[in-house]
C-alpha cells in the first residue's frame, strides 16, 4: 500500500497547483467582465432552453418534474417528459427536482436542448443535499469531504445505536464497534489519530447543538463504557452528515472533523402514522476451545509438579483422587462446560411508533420506542425507553422557529468485563476447571440447588456471578434545542438556537460474597462488595448568528454566515464503595462495614465561547471559494498559551480556514462529453484546534495527604499557565466524479493532518517531586487516503442492484516528543515514538521454544530473578531475542512487535431491489491491524491451576521436543509468557455486517393502510479473519493506548431480527 | 492494481485478485460480474476453516497419543506392554493424569522370574515399581529420589534408574514421558521388612519385634457416635488399632521409604555377647527387664541415615546419639540391598565404652525441688567464667537463713555403676567469708562418701567430691547441702552449683 500512497501526493499536488491556477484565472475574468455582466443578463432573459427528463430505469419520460434557474426561473414538464425554461444565461445551471426522484443540477454548458435521466429518491447520488453547519449545500456544490448519508429511516437496521450505524457508511470515518454489549455503540475514529492523550472522536452536532459524547467519570462496573449516541434512536435520524474537512468554524472542537446529526421533521402536512414491531435472537458466539477436565487434570498434574508441591501433596488432592469411595469423589470429578454457563441465545424485541404531520402554521413529528433486549452473557439486560417531539413553527411571516425535544431513559443489567479475573462471568468461565460442579456436591453424589462456592484453587464460581453479583446502570438523558429564525430582509436572517442536555447515569453494583473470591483492600479482606455511582451532565449550548446570501447577476452567489457559539457544560460524578455487608441479602453500600466505606467524586466544569465567520462564494456555479475564520476562548486554556491572541488577559485561538473547489464537468470544454456527469476537484486547507486538555490542567491543584495522622494539602502537580488547545492544520485535496449517467459515483481524498502542541505528559525528575507534567511539547501528523465508488449495475425498472464500496488508509507518524513514551494497558505496552505511529506495541520476541538444554546453553541467555541472581533459560523456555546481544533478556531487548493501526479498512456495501423485494448487505473489514490477544496470553501463559486453552497440549514436555509452546512452570519465573509478539496476532476481519431483506405487502392505494413491509435482518452473521479471541472488533477503552488490546469485552454477536413496519 | 489477499485461514489460500483502481475497475466492470464475484465470495469464505483449528493443531505426532499408546508403538517394549495390559496399568497410563514411566527393554524382562509373573498382587507392584506421577525431566538434578506407585522410592540420575541405564531418554506422549531402561527394577523390602521377613539373625530380630506397641490412630479409627457425656469420639472397637514400634519411633524409622539408611544387625553370637557386656549396668528386679534395657541401649547405636554399601562403609559411623560407632569391615557376614539403603550383618561391634556409657551432667539451674521456699534468695545467673572464657549459667542462693537448707536433682535412669562424682560450684562474688556446701545421694541427712567442700573464690575448675556405687538401674536424688547453720551474717551461708558430674567408674 505504500507506493500508491506516495504517487498520489504527487498527482494531488500538481492538480492542486493546476486548480488554484485556473481559479485564479477565473476571478481575473470575473471581476474583468463586470461592466459587461448586466449586459449579458438582459440578453438572456430572451434566451430559453428546452429538453426531456426521463426515469434512469426505465428511459420513460417524466412528467410533473420541476425545473428551475433558482431565483430566475422555473418550469414544469409535460406528460412527455418535456419542458422548456428560459435562462439567464448560456452557462447557468438547472435545478431539477420531482417528488420520488433525486434532486440533480444540470449544467447548460452552451447547449440548447438537455436530455437528462432521474434516479430515484433513495439512489446514492452525488447531488444529494448536504448538511454543512453554514446551511444546506448540494452535494455537487460542496468544496469540502462530506458525506451526506441519508437513513431512510434505518428499518431494516433497527438494532443499532446511532454509532453503530455508521460503519460502512462514509469513507474516512472508522466506527469500530466496542463490544458486543447493547448500547456500546462504536468508536468513531475520522480519517485516524490526531492526538495521543486528547479526544480522537469527532465533534457530534445534533440538530445544531453540540451532543456531548464523552462518557465522564468512571464506571463502577468494570470496564462498562456509557453510550451517549445510545439516547438517539437512528431510526429518528434523517441525515448524518460527515464532515472530514471543513470543521473549522468549530475552532479547538474541530480538530477531529464532524458528525452532524439531523433529527426527523414532518415534511408533509398530512398525518402519517408509522409503526414498527420486531424481535429477534441473539446468537452466544463459539466457544474459545479451552480444554475439558481430562485434559485440563493432565495440565494440572504438570504444572503442580513445577510448584514445589511433593508428590504426595499432589496426589493428596481430591481432583487426583480417582476412587470413588472418596469424600470428594464427585465435587471434583464433572465435566462442566462453564462457556455455556454464561452465554446464551437470547430474544430481543422493540417498538416504534412515528406520527407527523401538521398546518400551515406548526408541523410536528412524534416518536416513540421502546426497546427491550438481553446481552449474549446470562442475566444481563437493556430496557430502553425513547421519546422525542420535533415541530416546526411558521410564528410570522418573518420568524420561524423550530423545536427538537429528546428524553430517552434506560435500564441495563450488566455483569464485569475485561480482565476482572475475579467477577467476569466470561473470563471465570474460561478459566475455571472443568471438572468443577456448578452447584454444590454431597459425598454421595447428591446436586444441591445452592451454587458451589469459591474453589480450591481461589477461583469464583461464574454461576455465582451471573445469578447473584448486581451490576445496574440506570441513565436518561434529555436533548432538547429550540432555534429562532428571523428574515430581516430577503438576503438576510438572523437566527438564535439554544440547546440543552441533561444526562444522569445512576450506576449499583454488588458483589456477593457467596461463590465470589475475596478482594483484599489496604486493611481488610473484602468478601462482599458494594457500590454505587452517580453522574451528571449538565450543558447548555447557544449559538447566535447573522447569515446574508444574494445571488449577482445569477452568475455568483455570495453567503456569508457570521456568529458566535456558547457552551457551557458542567458534570459531576458521586461514587460510594462499601465492602462486607452481614448477608448477601444486604446489597446497598449503606449495608457495609462503616470503617471500610469510601465516598469519592468528580467535577468539571468549562466554558468554550466561538466567534465564527464564514464566505462561501460560488461563481458560475462552476468556481467555488470558501473562507472561515473562527475565534475561540475557553476556560481550559492557560492565559500564557503561545499561539493564539490575547483579549483581556485571556487566550484566544485564531483558526482560520480557506477552501476552493472547481466543477469541470460545467465547463464549455467538456459540453460534448456524455461520459462525465460530474467532475469536481476540491481543496481545503484549515487550521483547527482540540480543546480536550482537561478542564482545570492548565492551573496548580492541592491534594489532601495523610501523614502519620494528621491531615494536610500538598501541591497536587506543576502549573502550566502556557497550556493551550493542540494545534491542528489539515490538508484536503479530492475529487467527486460520477460518469456513466451517473451509474458510477466516486470520490478520492487525500489528507494531510499535522498536529501541533500536542499534548504529552512529560516525565519529570524525581527531584522535583512530581513525576509528571502536562505540556504542549508533542507533535504527530496522519496522511491518508480515503475513496469511495458507488455503482448501479443493474438498472431495470423492476430489478436493481447498486454496489459500493468504501476503501480508507492512513499512517500516523509521531514527529515530536520530548521523550519515548511507554504505556500499559491490560498487560500490553505500547510505544510512541517520534519517526513511528503513536502507540505501537512493545515487547519481546520470540523465536519458538528450546527443544534441549543444549540449545539453552549454545544460546546462553539470562534472566535476572525476582531475588536478584542471573538465571539461565532452559529446555522449554520461549527464546526471546536478545536484540542488544548481551545475553540477557530485559527492557532493553523490547522491540515494536506490532502496528495496532490497520493497512486499510472499508466496507462493501449492495443493494439489490426486485419489485417489491430488496436485499441490503453490508460487509465491513479491516486489514493488517495487529490485536493484542490478552485472553489467549492468559489462557496460554500456563503459570498457574487455570484452565488452558487446548493449544496448550502443544507444551515442551522433555528434551527433545521441537514445539512452539513453552513448559507449564508454575508462577513462570522465566516470564515465558510475557508480553511478546507470541500474543500479536493480525486482527483483519472481513464481516457480513447486516444483511437484510425487505419486502413491500403490494397494496392498492385505497387501503386504509398505506404500507406494510416486512423485514428479516442479521447481524454479524458471517466473520473471517485470522483472529483467535471471540471476536477481532473491540474497542477496549477511549483511549489511544488500549487500541487493539483484547482485554475480553463481550464479544459482538450475530442476531437475526424480524419485523414489521406499517404505514396509516 | 494491487492484490489484497482475502483473510482465510485454510492452508489452501485462494487468492481473490480485486480491482481497485478505479481506472480498472471501469473498464472491467461489466453486468453481473459483481454478483459473480461476490456469490464466489460467499462460497469461498464459508469453506474456510476457523483459526482455532491451526492453532490447537496438535502438530506433533507423539502429544496425539497417551502414555499406554506410546509405550506400545515403542520398538522393543512389549513384554512390558503386555504386563501393563495385564495388570491394569494399561488404563492408569491412558487416563487423564501425567505420569513417567522407565520401560524395561524386551531383552532385560526376558529373565522376568516367575515368581513376579505368576503372583498377580507381586506383579502389579512391580509394574507399578517403573511408574511415577507426574513428569519427570531427565535434566532435572534436583530430584535424587522420587516416589513410584509401588509406594517405594527410587533413585535417578541423568542417566540411571536406579540399577537400569536409561536407553532411549525422552520419549513422550500427550500424558507424559517415559524412558527405555535396560534392567528392571524389583520390588525389594525396605531395612525394616528385611528384618521382618529375615531367618538369619533371630536375636537382634525377636528383641526388635518384641518393641512393637499397639496404638489408637484416631484418623483410622471409625467414629461410630459421640460421648453425650464428655463430647468426645467414640469408636468403633477394634478400629484404629494400628502397631507401631518404639525402635522406628525413637531411634530411627528404618520402615521409611523416602530417605535411605544403613542399618546394622548383630548376628545371634555378637548379639549375645554384646548384651552380656551390657547387662551388669542395667540391674533391676527382673532378667527380663535388664535384657530389654540392655537391648535397648545396645541398639540405639545401629540405624544410621545414609546409604553405605559395603564397600563403601567408613570406618567409624555417628549414631544420631552421637556415639561413635567403630566398623571393622571384616566382621560384615552379609549385606543386603533394600529399597532405602542397606543392612548389614555383623558378627562384632567394638563399641566404645566412654561413648557409649557418657558421663551423666546435672545442671545447676535445673533444680528438681528445695528445702523449703527460698524464692527471693535464689539467683539463676548467667555468668561469665573469664578463666576458661566461657559463659556458664548456674545456681545461687544467699541469706536464706536455713539450716543445712538443700536443692534436690532428680537424676534418671543411672545404671548400675560406679561414679566419680565432680561438681563445679562458683563462688565469684565474695572472698570472705567462703562457704561450705556439701553433696548428698539419695537422703539428704546421709553422709556416705560425701563430706562439706569449701566452695574457693572463683574456682572454675571441676572439685573431685569422692565415688559413689549406684547398685541398680534406676533413678536418683543428688542433694547439694549446705552448712548447717540457720544465721545468714555476712554471706557465710550460700549454695552455688555450676554442674554436677558423674564419670562412670568402669
Given at each position: 500500500m ?12 500538481a ?15 470575473a ?18 432552453v ?21 431565483n ?23 435545478k431539477v427536482e ?70 460502512g ?92 446529526i ?76 462453564w ?16 406520527v ?18 438481553n ?14 417531539f ?24 450488566l ?27 454431597d ?114 452567489d ?9 457552551l457551557?457544560?458542567?458534570n ?67 492565559p ?164 459500493g ?56 541467555l ?44 472499508g ?66 519465573p522465566m ?68 487500541r ?21 | ?31 453481473y ?39 506400545k ?10 504386563l501393563?495390559e ?44 517403573h ?57 525389594i ?16 530380630k525377636t ?34 488399632i ?19 539408611y544403613?542399618f ?5 553370637g ?20 535388664t ?12 540405624a ?32 543386603y ?6 543392612v ?17 551432667i ?26 576458661n ?40 562474688i565474695?572472698t ?75
Open positions: 505504500l507506493v500508491p500512497i506516495k504517487i498520489i501526493p504527487c498527482v494531488m499536488l492538480a492542486a497547483v493546476f486548480t488554484a491556477d485556473s481559479l485564479y484565472a477565473q476571478v481575473q475574468k471581476t474583468g467582465g463586470k461592466n459587461t455582466s448586466k449586459d449579458n443578463s438582459i440578453t438572456a432573459n430572451a434566451l430559453t428546452s429538453g426531456t427528463i426521463k426515469d434512469a430505469a426505465t428511459g420513460k419520460p417524466l412528467p410533473t418534474i420541476n425545473i428551475s434557474v433558482v430566475f426561473s422555473a418550469a414544469l414538464t409535460d406528460e412527455k417528459g418535456n419542458f422548456t425554461i428560459k435562462i439567464p444565461n448560456k452557462s447557468a445551471t438547472l420531482g417528488e420520488g426522484f433525486q434532486t440533480k443540477e444540470i449544467p447548460l454548458k452552451g447547449q440548447k436542448t438537455i436530455v437528462a435521466s432521474l434516479y430515484e429518491e433513495s439512489y446514492n447520488s452525488i447531488y444529494d443535499n448536504v448538511k454543512l453547519p453554514n446551511g444546506d449545500k448540494l452535494g455537487s456544490q460542496t468544496v469540502y469531504a462530506a458525506t451526506s448519508i441519508y437513513t431512510d429511516g434505518n428499518w431494516g437496521r433497527n438494532n443499532e445505536t446511532a454509532d453503530g450505524f455508521l460503519q457508511k462514509a469513507s474516512g470515518l472508522n466506527a469500530t464497534m466496542r463490544s458486543g454489549t447493547p448500547n456500546a455503540g462504536a468508536y468513531l475514529a475520522l480519517r485516524g489519530i490526531n492526538s495521543l492523550y486528547a479526544n480522537n472522536q469527532p465533534l457530534i452536532v445534533v440538530d445544531g447543538a453540540i451532543f456531548d459524547i464523552n462518557d465522564y467519570g468512571t464506571s463502577v462496573i468494570a470496564n462498562h463504557y456509557t453510550n451517549a449516541l445510545a439516547t438517539i434512536d437512528p431510526k429518528d435520524i434523517e441525515n448524518i452528515t460527515v464532515l472530514k474537512d471543513g470543521s473549522a468554524t468549530y475552532g479547538t472542537k474541530g480538530a477531529n472533523g464532524v458528525i452532524i439531523t433529527t426527523n421533521h414532518a415534511k408533509q402536512l398530512a398525518t402519517k402514522i408509522d409503526f414498527a414491531a420486531y424481535a429477534g435472537i441473539n446468537y452466544a458466539p463459539a466457544d474459545l476451545p479451552v480444554m475439558k477436565a481430562a485434559d485440563y487434570r493432565v495440565y494440572l498434574s504438570d504444572v503442580l509438579k513445577t510448584r514445589g508441591w511433593t508428590d504426595a501433596q499432589i496426589q493428596a488432592q481430591p481432583y487426583m483422587n480417582d476412587n470413588t469411595s472418596n469424600a470428594d469423589y464427585y465435587r471434583y470429578h464433572n465435566e462442566t462446560n462457556q455455556d454457563q454464561v452465554l446464551a441465545n437470547t430474544p430481543t424485541n422493540n417498538y416504534y411508533l412515528k407527523t404531520g401538521g398546518d400551515n402554521i406548526a408541523k410536528y413529528a412524534l416518536s416513540m420506542g421502546y426497546m427491550q433486549g446481552g449474549i452473557t446470562k442475566s444481563t439486560s437493556l430496557k430502553k425507553y425513547s421519546v422525542r420535533n415541530s416546526d413553527l411558521n410564528i410570522s411571516k418573518r420568524l420561524t422557529a423550530a423545536t427538537n425535544l429528546s428524553f430517552t431513559y434506560y435500564e441495563h443489567n455483569k464485569d468485563q475485561g480482565l476482572t479475573p475475579k467477577t467476569n462471568p466470561v473470563y471465570l468461565a474460561l478459566v475455571k476447571a472443568p471438572f468443577l460442579p456448578i452447584n454444590q456436591i459425598d454421595k453424589g447428591v446436586v444441591s440447588p445452592n451454587i458451589a462456592d469459591t474453589d480450591t484453587f481461589g477461583v469464583s464460581n461464574p454461576s455465582a456471578v451471573i445469578a447473584n453479583m448486581i451490576d445496574n446502570s440506570k441513565s436518561y438523558r434529555f436533548y432538547g434545542t429550540v432555534s429562532f429564525k428571523y428574515k430581516l430582509t430577503n438576503s438576510i436572517n438572523i437566527g438564535t438556537l439554544l440547546g440543552l442536555t441533561f444526562d444522569k447515569t445512576r450506576e449499583q453494583r454488588f458483589v456477593p460474597r457467596k461463590g465470589v473470591a475475596n478482594d483484599t483492600l489496604a486493611n481488610a479482606i473484602a468478601d462482599s462488595r458494594m457500590a454505587g455511582s452517580v453522574k451528571r451532565l449538565n450543558a447548555l449550548y447557544n449559538e447566535t448568528y447573522f447569515e446574508f446570501a444574494k445571488k449577482y447577476n445569477y452568475t455568483s455570495l453567503n456569508i454566515r457570521a456568529g458566535l457559539r456558547f457551557n457544560s458542567s459531576e460524578q458521586d461514587i460510594a464503595l462499601g465492602y462486607n455487608s452481614a448477608t448477601d441479602d444486604f446489597i446497598s453500600v449503606g449495608t457495609g462495614v462503616t470503617s471500610l466505606r469510601k465516598v469519592m467524586g468528580d467535577i468539571g466544569k468549562y466554558t468554550w465561547l466561538n466567534y465564527y465567520a464564514s464566505v462561501d462564494y460560488a461563481f458560475k456555479n462552476r468556481y467555488f471559494l470558501s473562507a472561515n475564520v473562527a475565534v475561540d476562548g475557553s476556560s481550559r486554556f492557560g500564557d498559551a503561545v499561539q493564539g491572541i490575547k483579549i483581556g488577559g485571556n487566550s484566544f485561538a485564531v483558526m482560520p480556514s480557506v477552501a476552493a473547489g472547481w466543477l469541470i464537468s460545467s465547463e464549455k470544454f467538456l459540453a460534448d462529453n456524455k461520459f462525465i456527469d460530474v467532475l469536481k476537484l476540491r481543496a481545503s486547507l484549515s487550521k483547527t484546534g482540540n480543546d480536550d486538555i482537561g478542564n482545570y490542567t492548565y492551573k496548580q491543584s492541592y491534594v489532601a495527604q495523610n501523614l502519620l495522622g494528621v491531615q494536610g494539602l500538598v501541591r497536587g502537580n506543576i502549573a502550566n499557565p502556557a497550556l493551550q488547545w493542540e494545534d491542528n492544520t489539515k490538508f484536503n485535496i479530492g475529487a467527486d466524479v460520477a460518469i456513466l449517467n451517473e451509474r458510477l459515483n466516486f470520490s478520492i481524498d487525500y489528507y494531510n493532518n499535522k498536529t501541533n502542541k500536542m499534548l504529552v505528559f512529560e516525565t519529570l525528575p524525581s527531584a522535583s517531586g512530581f513525576s509528571t507534567v502536562v505540556n504542549n511539547s508533542g507533535a504527530m501528523k496522519t496522511t491518508g487516503i480515503d475513496f469511495n465508488v458507488n455503482a448501479r449495475i443493474i438498472n431495470k425498472k423492476s430489478l436493481k442492484l447498486d454496489a464500496v468504501i476503501l480508507m488508509l492512513y499512517r500516523n507518524k509521531v514527529t515530536s516528543l520530548p521523550a519515548d513514551i511507554v504505556t500499559n494497558y491490560g498487560g500490553a505496552s505500547m510505544l510512541s515514538t517520534v519517526g513511528s505511529s503513536g502507540a505501537v506495541f512493545y515487547g519481546y520476541q520470540t523465536r519458538g521454544v528450546f527443544a534441549t538444554d543444549a540449545d539453552a546453553s549454545t544460546a546462553a539470562t534472566k535476572k530473578s525476582a531475588n536478584g541472581t542471573m538465571v539461565g533459560y532452559g529446555a522449554g523456555d520461549v527464546r526471546f531475542v536478545d536484540v542488544n546481544g548481551d545475553h540477557i533478556i530485559d527492557d532493553k531487548d523490547k522491540v515494536q512487535i506490532g502496528n495496532p493501526n490497520p493497512d486499510f479498512t466496507a462493501f456495501t449492495s443493494k439489490l431491489t426486485y419489485k417489491s423485494f430488496s436485499l441490503d448487505v453490508l460487509f465491513t473489514f479491516s486489514k493488517g491491524n495487529k490485536i493484542y490477544n490478552g485472553i489467549r496470553a492468559n489462557l496460554e501463559a500456563q503459570s498457574d491451576a487455570d484452565n488452558q486453552l487446548l493449544s496448550v497440549n502443544n507444551r515442551w514436555r522433555t528434551q527433545g521436543q521441537v514445539t512452539n509452546m513453552p513448559k507449564a512452570t508454575w508462577g513462570d516470564g515465558n509468557s510475557s508480553f511478546s509478539d507470541r500474543w500479536i496476532e493480525d486482527g483483519s476481519f472481513l464481516r457480513l455486517k447486516t444483511i437484510s431483506a425487505n419486502y413491500n405487502l403490494p397494496l392498492k392505494s385505497t387501503y386504509l393502510v398505506k404500507y406494510i413491509s416486512f423485514y428479516v435482518t442479521g447481524n454479524n452473521l458471517l466473520t473471517f479473519t485470522k483472529y483467535l479471541g471471540y471476536d477481532p472488533e473491540f474497542y477496549s477503552a477511549e483511549t489511544m493506548f488500549a487493539g488490546v483484547d482485554v475480553g469485552l463481550e464479544p459482538n454477536y450475530k442476531s437475526v431480527i424480524g419485523g414489521i413496519r406499517i404505514g396509516l | 492494481m494491487e492484490e489484497m489477499e482475502v483473510l482465510c485461514h485454510d492452508s489452501k489460500q485462494l487468492k481473490l485478485k480485486f480491482l481497485k483502481n478505479k481506472n480498472m475497475m471501469m473498464l472491467t466492470i461489466k453486468k460480474r459483481l454478483i459473480v464475484l461476490m456469490i464466489a465470495f460467499s462460497v469461498f469464505f464459508t469453506a474456510c476453516k476457523k483459526g482455532w483449528t491451526d492453532h490447537n493443531a496438535v502438530t506433533d505426532p507423539n502429544l496425539n497419543i497417551n502414555l499406554y499408546q506410546a509405550i508403538q515403542y520398538s522393543g517394549t512389549s513384554v512390558f506392554t503386555s501393563l495385564k495388570t491394569g496399568y494399561d488404563k492408569i497410563l491412558a487416563s487423564s493424569k501425567s505420569y513417567t514411566v522407565w520401560v524395561p527393554s524386551d531383552s532385560a524382562l526376558a529373565n522376568l522370574p516367575a515368581s513376579i509373573t505368576g503372583d498377580t498382587a507381586k506383579l502389579k507392584k512391580f509394574v507399578a515399581n511408574i511415577a506421577n507426574g513428569p519427570v525431566q531427565k535434566s532435572d538434578t534436583t530430584q535424587k529420589r522420587i516416589p513410584v506407585l509401588s509406594g517405594k522410592y527410587i533413585n535417578i540420575s541423568t542417566t540411571q534408574f536406579d540399577s537400569a541405564t536409561i536407553i532411549s531418554p525422552n520419549q513422550y506422549a500427550s500424558n507424559g514421558i517415559f524412558y527405555k531402561v535396560d534392567k528392571y527394577v524389583p520390588v523390602d525396605n531395612c525394616w521388612d528385611w528384618l521382618n521377613n529375615s531367618t538369619t539373625v533371630t536375636n537382634s528383641f526388635l519385634l518384641s518393641l512393637n506397641y499397639n496404638y489408637f490412630d484416631s484418623t483410622k479409627g471409625v467414629q461410630i457416635g459421640v460421648d453425650p457425656n464428655t463430647g468426645l469420639p467414640v469408636y468403633q472397637a477394634g478400629t484404629g494400628t502397631v507401631r514400634n518404639k525402635f522406628l519411633d525413637n531411634v530411627m524409622d528404618i520402615s521409611d521409604e523416602k530417605s535411605e544403613t546394622i544387625v548383630l548376628n545371634d555378637s548379639y549375645t555377647t554384646e548384651l552380656t557386656k551390657l547387662t551388669p549396668w542395667f540391674k533391676t528386679s527382673t532378667t527380663d527387664s535384657n530389654t534395657l540392655a537391648g535397648s541401649w545396645l541398639v540405639k547405636d545401629l544410621f541415615k545414609g546409604s553405605y554399601s559395603a564397600a563403601k562403609l567408613p570406618d567409624t559411623l555417628i549414631s544420631q546419639y552421637g556415639v561413635k560407632v567403630p566398623v571393622d569391615k571384616t566382621k560384615i557376614t552379609a549385606s540391598k533394600t529399597s532405602n539403603g542397606w548389614h550383618v555383623m558378627s562384632q561391634v567394638n563399641f566404645n565404652l566412654t561413648y557409649k556409657f557418657p558421663p551423666l546435672i545442671q545447676g539451674e535445673t533444680p528438681t525441688s528445695f528445702a523449703a521456699d527460698r524464692t527471693a534468695q535464689t539467683f539463676y545467673r548467667a555468668r561469665w567464667d573469664s578463666v572464657n566461657r559463659g556458664f549459667n548456674d545456681i545461687l542462693m544467699q541469706n536464706y537463713s536455713y539450716a543445712s537448707y538443700w536443692i534436690n536433682y532428680l537424676v534418671k535412669n543411672v545404671n548400675s555403676m560406679r561414679y566419680n562424682a565432680y561438681w563445679v560450684a562458683i563462688n565469684d565474695q570472705t567469708p567462703l562457704w561450705t556446701q556439701r553433696l548428698a545421694v539419695d537422703s539428704t541427712t546421709t553422709t556416705g562418701n560425701f563430706a562439706y567442700v569449701t566452695v574457693a573464690y572463683k574456682n572454675y575448675t571441676e572439685v573431685s567430691l569422692g565415688q559413689i556405687t549406684i547398685p541398680r538401674f534406676k533413678n536418683i536424688n543428688l542433694y547439694v547441702v549446705g552448712a548447717n547453720t540457720s544465721s545468714s551474717s555476712g554471706g557465710g551461708t550460700s549454695i552455688s552449683l555450676d554442674y554436677i558430674k558423674l564419670v562412670p567408674a568402669f
